[in-house]
C-alpha cells in the first residue's frame, strides 16, 4: 500500500487502487441483492484477520444472527472474532426509535472502546429511516460521516441502497460528503450474469479502469484486466489429466467439469476468439497440447495468425516431456523447407500455395502420429491462416473433407477462429463445442455456447509446483 493507504480487503482490488484512503469515508452503493453488504463485511473480517485492524458494523438491515449465519457462506466467522473482543456488530434493527444521537453515541462509544480502524454502516438508507425530521439525517451525512470519522481516523464504508431505475444513490447527499464512491451492479450479457464494480470518486487515485467485473463466489473477487494480471509463463509443471478410452480431457479441470468432458473421437470443436482479445494459447490452449502430448498422444498444429511454429515449440519446452516433443509433435510452417537446410524434428512444412496439396500434408502427418502412437491424433488448426493463405473460398471447398477425414478417423480437433473470418458460421455450426473467449472490463473470460456454461474467468494458480488454469464464475 502506498502512504495513508489501507487495503480494501477486496481480493483484486488494491492492485488496481492501492488501497483506501485512511480514515476516508467510502459509499457502496447499488441495487438490492448487488454485493454490498458481502464488500462491506469482507472489509470489516479481512483488515482483522490479516491486518490486525479490529472492526465494528453497525447493522439497520438485519440482526446479528442472520448476519453471522449469512457470512459463514463465504467463510467469514465473525462470532469468533466477536469473543477475541477484535470485532462488534451493532444490532441497530430493533432501536431505530431511540433518536439520533442515542445511536450515533453507541456507535461512537463501540468505535473507541474497541480502538476500531474500521467501521462498516449498513445501510444509511435504512438509518434515515430512523429521523423523523430530514434535518437531522442531514445533520448524520455532515457531521458523524465526516468530523467524527476523522476524528477517530476510522476507515468507514457507508452502505447505501440506490433506487431500481434511479439515479441518484440513496438520499442523493450522501455522495457529496464521501472521499470514495464505489457503485455495484448487476446485468444479463448473452443470457448468463454479469456484476460490475465502478469507482465512481476515489480520493488522491487515479482511476485507470472505472469498471471492473467481480464475481460473489467465496466471497467478493474483482477480476483483473489482463493488462494488470499480464499473462506470465506459469512456475510449475502442468497436471496430466488421464483421458478415458472415448473422452478426452481439455488439460483444465474446471473446463472439464463445466464440459463433462471436452473431446470425444471424432470430435470437432471450436474455440472462437472475440475481436481486440489476445489469442489466449498460454491460458486455453497450452494444457490442452501439454496434457495430450505427455501420455504420449500425437499433436499437430496449425497456428493462428501472427504465431510461429517456433514459438509455439518454444511454449512447450519446459512444459512437456522431451522425447514427446521430438516425435509427438508436428507444428505447420510456410517456408520453412526453403529456410532451413535442415528441418528440425517438429517441422512440418508446407508451401503455402495449394490448399489441396497441404492439406494432404496436414492429414499424412496426423495418419503417421496415429500409427506411431496407436492413439487418436489431436489437431488444432487457426483458421484465419487458412483463409488468410489460401482463400475464403479454397478453405470452404476443403472444409467437408476436412470434417469426413476427423469423424471417419476417429481422431480430435480444436479450430480456432476470429468472428470475422468468412467461414465462422460454417464452423459454428459443425462444432460439437463451441467455446467463446471474450474481453469484459479489461479481464479474460469463457464462456460455452454448445453447451452453454456460465461466464468463467481465466487465471492461472501455481499449487505445490503444479500450474492450473482456473475458472471462475460469476454468482
Not at 235 to 254: C, L, V
Not at 440 to 454: H, N, Q, S, V
Amino acid at each position: 500500500m502506498g502512504t495513508g493507504r489501507i487495503p480494501s480487503g477486496i481480493e483484486g482490488f488494491d492492485s488496481i487502487i492501492g488501497g483506501f484512503p485512511a480514515g476516508s469515508l467510502i459509499i457502496v452503493a447499488g441495487n438490492p441483492g448487488t454485493g454490498k453488504t458481502v464488500f462491506s463485511a469482507q472489509f470489516i473480517y479481512r483488515g482483522i484477520v490479516d491486518y490486525g485492524e479490529n472492526g465494528v458494523y453497525v447493522s439497520f438491515a438485519e440482526n446479528r444472527e442472520m448476519f453471522y449465519e449469512s457470512m459463514k457462506s463465504f467463510g467469514f466467522y465473525f462470532k469468533q472474532l466477536e469473543k477475541e473482543d477484535k470485532f462488534s456488530f451493532l444490532d441497530m434493527v430493533t432501536v431505530r426509535d431511540e433518536g439520533l444521537s442515542s445511536i450515533l453515541s453507541m456507535v461512537v462509544e463501540e468505535v473507541r472502546n474497541l480502538n476500531a480502524k474500521r467501521l462498516v454502516i449498513d445501510s444509511f438508507s435504512a438509518m434515515a429511516q430512523a429521523f423523523t425530521e430530514p434535518i437531522d439525517v442531514r445533520i448524520v451525512a455532515h457531521t458523524v460521516l465526516s468530523r467524527i470519522i476523522r476524528q477517530t481516523s476510522c476507515t468507514t464504508l457507508l452502505v447505501v441502497e440506490a433506487p431500481v431505475g434511479e439515479e441518484k444513490i440513496g438520499l442523493g447527499m450522501e455522495e457529496f460528503v464521501a472521499d470514495g464512491v464505489i457503485y455495484l451492479k448487476r446485468r444479463i450479457l448473452n443470457g448468463t450474469l454479469l456484476r460490475e464494480l465502478e469507482i465512481l470518486k476515489l480520493r488522491g487515485t487515479e482511476i485507470t479502469y472505472p469498471r471492473l467485473a467481480f464475481t460473489l463466489k467465496n466471497g467478493f473477487k474483482v477480476f483483473q484486466p489482463i493488462t494488470i494480471k499480464r499473462i506470465e509463463q506459469p512456475a510449475g509443471r502442468y497436471e496430466s489429466i488421464p483421458h478415458s478410452k472415448e473422452r478426452f480431457s481439455t488439460g483444465i479441470r474446471d473446463l472439464d467439469n463445466y464440459l463433462e468432458k471436452m473431446f470425444t473421437r471424432g470430435g470437432y470443436n471450436l474455440l472462437e476468439i472475440e475481436k481486440d482479445v489476445p489469442v489466449p494459447l498460454e491460458l486455453l490452449v497450452r494444457p490442452t497440447v501439454c496434457n495430450f502430448l505427455n501420455q504420449g498422444f500425437g499433436v499437430v498444429i496449425l497456428p493462428p495468425q501472427g504465431i510461429s511454429a517456433e514459438t509455439v515449440k518454444n511454449s512447450l519446452i519446459q512444459y512437456v516431456n522431451e522425447r514427446f516433443l521430438k516425435s509427438n509433435l508436428k507444428i505447420a510452417d510456410y517456408g520453412a523447407q526453403i529456410r532451413e537446410k535442415r528441418l528440425e524434428p517438429y517441422l512440418l512444412p508446407l508451401r503455402g500455395e495449394s490448399i489441396y496439396e497441404d492439406l494432404k500434408l496436414f492429414w499424412n502427418a496426423i495418419s503417421e502420429l496415429r500409427e506411431k502412437t496407436r492413439k487418436p491424433v489431436f489437431s488444432i488448426v487457426g483458421y484465419d491462416t487458412v483463409e488468410y493463405t489460401y482463400g475464403e473460398k479454397e478453405a470452404l471447398k476443403t472444409l467437408g473433407m476436412d470434417v469426413a477425414r476427423i469423424r471417419s478417423l476417429g481422431n480430435l480437433r480444436l479450430n480456432i477462429i476470429r468472428p470475422t473470418i468468412y467461414i465462422a458460421d460454417q464452423l459454428r455450426a459443425l462444432a460439437h463445442i463451441h467455446l467463446v473467449v471474450e474481453q469484459i472490463d479489461g479481464a479474460l473470460f469463457i464462456r460455452g455456447i454448445k453447451p452453454e456454461t456460465p461466464i468463467l474467468n481465466v487465471e492461472t494458480t501455481v499449487e505445490n509446483g503444479i500450474s492450473r488454469v482456473r475458472l471462475t464464475p460469476i454468482v
